[in-house]
């Protein structure tokens, strides 16, 4: 995302890497709305016909499997895009690694699935645990020809291959529900996502992977990777350590209900990063050499990031009271109070995953291991009595805390690597937040007066705040030089240029 100024210079490589950005930017979040809104029919169908400890049982499963997914990352995927020569050479050792690993995860899941059921003291998780594991066998064998998509930035292509799977699990979920009305047609639901991944992954993209394992190039590939892995699992530990905590703890019905509220709660973290991370990662690394494009690039996405971030974060935390009355019913309510204090946390995780792909584009995933060490170590402090004096609610508080900390650091080192003023950093954070702050005082003078008793009540009232929202912008952006229409504008050009590389 550059200037366009820059556009009139060097037009043989700038607006190409302009609009790809833009494109695959469009395209990705495209994909994240449709995603979402099958994931909320999916939430409010499936959420009535089972219980949160079914939800429970298979979050301890997918707990399970994640532990070891990330305990053996290989980071080869960020350690491909990252490389600025051909990469064909090494896509059958990535492929071949990544198979083997498929199948050793779910070998040692398959062995340890007792233990597991023990530990987290849900004896009917034993066999949920085992066939959820499949997954990792199937995701094994997927095609390392898709990192070609995210290297040279076709999200299109992604798009179309990520979407009919998707489509095709909402519809065996919802049906497996209907007719089971049990944990397993979530499970059913999975597998079918991974099956057909993996069959659109050969058929959208022509690589064929065979068996090869070169020592040389695995080493090579490993040097980087190695701090993307010690990254990821301290990342894992932070995202899903509490996850852990309250499925051990609290039991299958309170992970149930925890997850559901991170689920919710998160929507501006886990769908504005997912966008940042696969848009940004491949943008900023072909961009790592160049500090002053690097910066205005940066600058740019932060402000967008910021701009539908705040007025999510706000929304979800007004409103969520509302909405689990709503659509998922009576039996949810007990998660509102530890969502709200979520919504803070899925905020700042937001704005803060804007700085891990600077990091990593332009070569140094060392500063994200030693800002997640420092989080994890305060959030290990306290958890576990939060957890056991306020319940889920006191988990979510340990959750947050740290995370007003190593944002601050980690902004001190980005503004150093992007050598970026104070001000023109803080400027795209400040607007968002003042007309955030507005538009929550309407909304909960809106509750105030008149509640919200039906759907439509409900949707005229988040019509309504979203468009004071708007206009607070409009009117901080003359104030502090926010210029946030004509950043739209500008994107919206480059997106329908045909002039794309």
Same mark, same amino acid.
């Given at each position: 995302?550059?200037?366009?100024?820059?556009?009139?210079?060097?037009?043989?490589?700038?607006?190409?890497?302009?609009? /790809?950005?833009?494109?695959?930017?469009?395209?990705?979040?495209?994909?994240?709305?449709?995603?979402?809104?099958?994931?909320?029919?999916?939430?409010?169908?499936?959420?009535?016909?089972?219980?949160?400890?079914?939800?429970?049982?298979?979050?301890?499963?997918?707990?399970?499997?994640?532990?070891?997914?990330?305990?053996?990352?290989?980071?080869?995927?960020?350690?491909?895009?990252?490389?600025?020569?051909?990469? %064909?050479?090494?896509?059958? $050792?990535?492929?071949?690694?990544?198979?083997?690993?498929? @199948?050793?995860?779910?070998?040692?899941?398959?062995?340890?699935?007792?233990?597991?059921? =023990?530990?987290?003291?849900?004896? /009917?998780?034993?066999?949920?645990?085992?066939?959820?594991?499949?997954?990792?066998?199937?995701?094994?064998?997927?095609?390392?020809?898709?990192?070609?998509?995210?290297?040279?930035?076709?999200?299109?292509?992604?798009?179309?291959?990520?979407?009919?799977?998707?489509?095709?699990?909402?519809?065996?979920?919802?049906?497996?529900?209907?007719? @089971?009305?049990?944990?397993?047609?979530?499970?059913?639901?999975?597998?079918?996502?991974?099956?057909?991944?993996?069959?659109?992954?050969?058929?959208?993209?022509?690589?064929?992977?065979?068996?090869?394992?070169?020592?040389?190039?695995?080493?090579?590939?490993?040097?980087?990777?190695?701090?993307?892995?010690?990254?990821?699992? @301290?990342?894992?530990?932070?995202?899903?350590?509490?996850?852990?905590?309250?499925?051990?703890?609290?039991?299958?019905?309170?992970?149930?209900?925890?997850?559901?509220?991170?689920?919710?709660?998160?929507?501006?973290?886990?769908?504005? $990063?997912?966008?940042?991370?696969?848009?940004?990662?491949?943008?900023?690394?072909?961009?790592?050499?160049?500090?002053?494009?690097?910066?205005?690039?940066?600058?740019?996405?932060?402000?967008?990031?910021?701009?539908?971030?705040?007025?999510?974060?706000?929304?979800?935390?007004?409103?969520?009271?509302?909405?689990?009355?709503?659509?998922?019913?009576?039996?949810?309510?007990?998660?509102?109070?530890? *969502?709200?204090?979520?919504?803070?946390?899925?905020?700042?995780?937001?704005?803060?995953? $804007?700085?891990?792909?600077?990091?990593?584009?332009?070569?140094?995933?060392?500063? *994200?291991?030693?800002?997640?060490?420092?989080?994890?170590?305060?959030?290990?402090?306290?958890?576990?009595?939060?957890?056991?004096?306020?319940?889920?609610?006191? $988990?979510?508080?340990?959750?947050?805390?740290?995370?007003?900390?190593?944002?601050?650091?980690?902004?001190?080192?980005?503004?150093?690597?992007?050598?970026?003023?104070?001000?023109?950093?803080?400027?795209?954070?400040?607007?968002?937040?003042?007309?955030?702050?507005?538009?929550?005082?309407?909304?909960?003078?809106?509750?105030?007066?008149?509640? %919200? =008793?039906?759907?439509?009540?409900?949707?005229?009232?988040?019509?309504?705040?979203?468009?004071?929202?708007?206009?607070?912008?409009?009117?901080?952006?003359?104030?502090?030089?926010?210029?946030?229409?004509?950043?739209?504008?500008?994107? =919206?050009?480059?997106?329908?240029?045909?002039?794309?590389?």
């Amino acid at each position: 995302m550059i200037e366009s100024s820059d556009f009139n210079s060097k037009k043989e490589k700038v607006p190409s890497l302009a609009r /790809k950005i833009v494109h695959g930017g469009m395209w990705i979040f495209l994909w994240r709305i449709i995603e979402k809104l099958m994931g909320l029919i999916r939430l409010i169908v499936v959420a009535r016909l089972l219980s949160p400890n079914d939800f429970g049982l298979l979050g301890v499963a997918a707990l399970v499997t994640a532990i070891l997914n990330i305990f053996l990352e290989s980071g080869f995927n960020q350690a491909l895009i990252h490389k600025k020569e051909k990469i %064909q050479e090494f896509l059958n $050792t990535a492929w071949t690694v990544q198979a083997i690993r498929g @199948l050793f995860i779910f070998t040692i899941i398959w062995l340890i699935a007792p233990f597991a059921a =023990t530990f987290f003291n849900e004896p /009917k998780s034993l066999n949920i645990i085992r066939f959820f594991a499949f997954t990792q066998v199937i995701d094994g064998f997927r095609n390392i020809g898709l990192v070609f998509f995210q290297k040279e930035m076709e999200f299109k292509k992604q798009f179309f291959c990520n979407i009919f799977p998707e489509i095709i699990a909402l519809i065996a979920t919802i049906w497996a529900a209907y007719i @089971l009305r049990n944990v397993w047609a979530l499970v059913i639901g999975a597998l079918t996502c991974s099956a057909f991944i993996f069959i659109f992954s050969y058929a959208m993209h022509p690589y064929r992977p065979r068996l090869e394992f070169d020592l040389s190039k695995f080493k090579i590939l490993i040097s980087f990777g190695k701090w993307v892995i010690g990254y990821g699992i @301290l990342g894992f530990l932070i995202i899903q350590g509490d996850d852990i905590l309250v499925g051990k703890v609290l039991g299958a019905a309170a992970l149930g209900l925890y997850q559901m509220a991170y689920r919710i709660s998160n929507l501006p973290a886990t769908q504005i $990063t997912h966008v940042i991370i696969q848009v940004t990662f491949p943008a900023y690394a072909k961009l790592q050499d160049n500090i002053p494009r690097l910066r205005e690039a940066y600058l740019r996405v932060l402000r967008i990031v910021a701009f539908v971030s705040f007025p999510l974060a706000g929304l979800i935390f007004v409103f969520c009271s509302s909405f689990t009355d709503l659509f998922l019913g009576e039996k949810w309510m007990q998660m509102v109070p530890a *969502m709200k204090v979520l919504c803070a946390f899925g905020l700042i995780r937001s704005l803060t995953a $804007t700085t891990g792909p600077i990091f990593v584009g332009v070569g140094k995933p060392k500063i *994200m291991t030693w800002l997640s060490s420092i989080q994890l170590i305060i959030m290990i402090i306290i958890i576990y009595p939060l957890t056991k004096k306020w319940g889920i609610l006191g $988990t979510a508080i340990a959750t947050l805390i740290p995370n007003f900390i190593t944002p601050v650091l980690a902004s001190v080192q980005l503004i150093k690597i992007i050598k970026c003023s104070l001000k023109n950093f803080l400027i795209p954070i400040v607007v968002p937040l003042i007309g955030s702050g507005l538009m929550i005082c309407l909304a909960v003078f809106l509750l105030h007066v008149g509640g %919200q =008793t039906n759907i439509w009540l409900f949707a005229a009232d988040l019509l309504l705040v979203s468009g004071c929202y708007l206009l607070s912008i409009y009117y901080l952006g003359k104030i502090f030089d926010y210029n946030m229409q004509e950043l739209i504008r500008q994107i =919206t050009q480059q997106f329908r240029s045909k002039n794309v590389a």
